[in-house]
């Protein structure tokens, strides 16, 4: 229990844990001041000394390409009954996602990740809560939150040994408040809230990350005007509470701030990301960062030195002094001028200094050596590709993203996760109601005819009201398993998504009708539509489900029918058609030919298509040089 564990040996556990982190917040600091350069907060710079910010490009190409967009959640679970509230809590994260701005927020987490370890705090903003205090900070009271816990302010079990702090008997995080709003909440021990240090009168801070964009601000001063006072929030997870000590390593209190018990998910209020695989027997992951500082250090050295050389070259004419005159006049002349000389051995030019091709080389490699231990941004961002031929480049390609796919692939897992605590304070409030809309399927309309029923109107996929409720809740929490979708955070060209329109509707479409009729003539069940639409959503195009409703459509078909059957042929079948109004020599057609007779050739192979995807760039080069245009 807490109240067994004396409030000192806690607050001893926390400096230790922090102490911990202390080498870790250094080279961090060390790596921040590489990325922003040296021209971040300052008035002044020595131009040329860093020419090339290798850390600051990768994450510029890197982020983009692994977060852009708002994620799409899907809810799964294995209990049919279940299923329809997992759509709805899907539908309720998407728009708390928006409401929260966790594009933004995955972003910063991100990039946090890249320099050492990202950290998101997901909880509720209760009445009782640090983050209603302060009138700046827009969370309401009753609302959930997913906040950015800086590495500075992070605190963890000093004994920590697996991944992620996966075994820490504690985790926390420190918070800046005014000293006012602790005593005016009344939930604090208020002798020991006015015994607390000013934010600022200590050392702690002098080595933070903030610190770079504050030259101009003295240490300690952005605290004075509101009193403020730090504090160390920490979850328990083996006695399901939250303790609040002083953030200061110098004061030692005999009890806590405050001790209350803890409403959330098991799993805790902390979310981490790590993009590099685990260290054996270490609960933090290697920074990419620190990956890449020394190679980012000695291509600017060399850039430095390449254009220094580049500087010192001179061109210097020598010439014999009888020689003057027509030294003068070489000088003089213009370009591709003919000048007379009496000698021209008396008069020589001489080069001094200029950069060596092979320091030009180094450059090269060194930046090769960068692009390989970074992800290959160069490929990714559409840089420089060394390649000899178009296939050789789309083989690189491949390649290059697999590191990409690995860090979209965490980066997905994690953001799953704080979903999931998100999802849990939806799932546990008993106030809750939030408006959703949702596409659902209405049921086919039928007719009755004199030849029998008529279907007037086909099932279609509509967008209706829905309220998400605490009388829609089914299911066991548990059995949800949280997920975001696939590429949902990617961005999308839309050319490609032109492209991708225009080859479904040339290849998939047809192929899918064809297949359609082959199927009725062999008398195997085939649903066409919901192929269609099942190739649309691998695709990645969520509107096809609009278009199977045709009213129109319905109308000319139920005339159709109403009219009666056409007349009959020897062979008593309607216009001497076989079973579904189809010819009897398509049958013949599909067992000799393998496909419908009406099909133009074989689909093109996997290979096919790579090859003239690759080729589309010099196609488009070649109509332009012959004048051909569109």
């Given at each position: 229990m807490v109240t067994d564990v004396s409030p000192k040996k806690v607050q001893q556990y926390v400096q230790l844990g922090r102490k911990r982190l202390a080498n870790f917040r250094q080279a961090r600091l060390m790596f921040l001041r590489q990325y922003v350069g040296q021209y971040y907060d300052t008035d002044h710079g020595s131009v040329g000394t860093e020419p090339l910010n290798l850390i600051f490009n990768a994450i510029r190409i890197l982020v983009p390409n692994l977060v852009i967009n708002y994620p799409k959640h899907s809810a799964e679970t294995q209990f049919l009954q279940s299923r329809q509230y997992g759509d709805l809590l899907s539908l309720a994260l998407d728009y708390l996602g928006v409401t929260l701005n966790i594009k933004d927020l995955y972003r910063r987490w991100l990039v946090d990740a890249i320099f050492t370890l990202g950290t998101v705090k997901?909880?509720?903003?209760?009445?009782?809560?640090?983050?209603?205090?302060?009138?700046?900070?827009k969370t309401d009271a009753g609302t959930v939150f997913s906040e950015l816990v800086d590495f500075?302010?992070?605190?963890?079990?000093?004994?920590?040994?697996?991944?992620?702090?996966?075994?820490?008997?504690f985790v926390g995080?420190?918070?800046?408040?005014?000293?006012?709003?602790?005593?005016?909440?009344?939930?604090?021990?208020?002798?020991?809230?006015?015994?607390?240090?000013?934010?600022?009168?200590?050392?702690?801070?002098?080595?933070?990350?903030?610190?770079?964009?504050?030259?101009?601000?003295q240490h300690g001063e952005e605290y004075e005007l509101n009193d403020e006072v730090e504090i160390a929030e920490l979850w328990v997870p083996s006695a399901k509470a939250v303790l609040t000590v002083p953030a200061c390593e110098d004061l030692?209190?005999?009890?806590?701030?405050?001790?209350?018990?803890y409403y959330g998910p098991n799993e805790g209020p902390y979310t981490f990301l790590a993009l590099t695989p685990p260290v054996p027997g270490n609960p933090l992951p290697v920074a990419l960062v620190g990956i890449w500082q020394d190679l980012h250090v000695r291509a600017n050295r060399m850039a430095v030195k390449v254009m220094d050389q580049a500087e010192r070259q001179k061109d210097i004419i020598g010439y014999k002094r009888a020689a003057q005159d027509d030294a003068e006049a070489l000088r003089d002349a213009g370009d591709g001028e003919a000048i007379s000389v009496d000698d021209h051995e008396a008069i020589k030019i001489h080069s001094f200094g200029g950069q060596q091709n092979s320091n030009e080389s180094h450059l090269a490699q060194?930046?090769?050596?960068?692009?390989?231990?970074?992800?290959?941004?160069?490929?990714?961002?559409?840089?420089?590709?060394?390649?000899?031929?178009?296939?050789?480049?789309?083989?690189?390609?491949?390649?290059?993203?697999?590191?990409?796919?690995?860090?979209r692939d965490l980066l997905y897992q994690a953001a799953g996760q704080e979903a999931r605590k998100r999802a849990w304070y939806l799932h546990t409030d008993p106030f809750i109601k939030i408006p959703l809309v949702r596409r659902d399927q209405v049921a086919a309309q039928y007719a009755m005819t004199p030849a029998g029923?008529?279907?007037?109107?086909?099932?279609?996929?509509?967008?209706?009201?829905?309220?998400?409720?605490?009388?829609?809740?089914?299911?066991?929490?548990?059995?949800?398993t949280f997920k975001i979708q696939v590429e949902s955070m990617s961005r999308v060209d839309s050319r490609q998504r032109l492209a991708t329109a225009l080859d479904f509707a040339v290849k998939i479409l047809p192929a899918s009708a064809q297949a359609a009729q082959t199927m009725?003539?062999?008398?195997?069940?085939?649903?066409v539509k919901s192929f269609i639409l099942r190739m649309a959503k691998e695709a990645g195009m969520s509107w096809m489900d609009e278009v199977f409703f045709d009213p129109e459509f319905q109308m000319r078909m139920m005339q159709m029918m109403m009219m009666g059957p056409g007349p009959q042929t020897s062979q008593g079948q309607p216009g001497g058609q076989g079973p579904g109004g189809q010819s009897n020599a398509g049958l013949a057609a599909v067992l000799q030919n393998q496909q419908p007779g009406q099909v133009m050739g074989g689909m093109p192979s996997s290979q096919t298509q790579d090859n003239q995807q690759a080729q589309l760039g010099a196609n488009q080069a070649q109509r332009e040089t012959v004048g051909g245009g569109y």
């Open positions: 997901t909880g509720l903003a209760e009445s009782d809560s640090v983050y209603t205090f302060d009138e700046d900070n500075d302010n992070l605190i963890v079990d000093p004994k920590s040994r697996e991944h992620l702090f996966a075994d820490a008997a995080d420190v918070i800046c408040v005014p000293r006012a709003k602790l005593l005016d909440s009344g939930l604090y021990a208020n002798d020991l809230v006015e015994r607390l240090p000013r934010a600022g009168d200590y050392g702690a801070k002098d080595d933070g990350a903030s610190r770079l964009s504050m030259s101009q601000v030692h209190f005999d009890e806590y701030l405050r001790v209350h018990d060194l930046q090769g050596w960068f692009n390989q231990m970074a992800a290959n941004p160069q490929s990714i961002g559409g840089q420089t590709l060394n390649s000899d031929s178009a296939t050789e480049a789309r083989i690189l390609q491949s390649n290059a993203s697999v590191g990409l796919e690995d860090m029923p008529v279907q007037t109107q086909s099932a279609q996929v509509v967008d209706q009201q829905v309220i998400l409720t605490p009388e829609a809740r089914r299911g066991d929490f548990l059995d949800f009725m003539m062999m008398g195997i069940p085939f649903n």
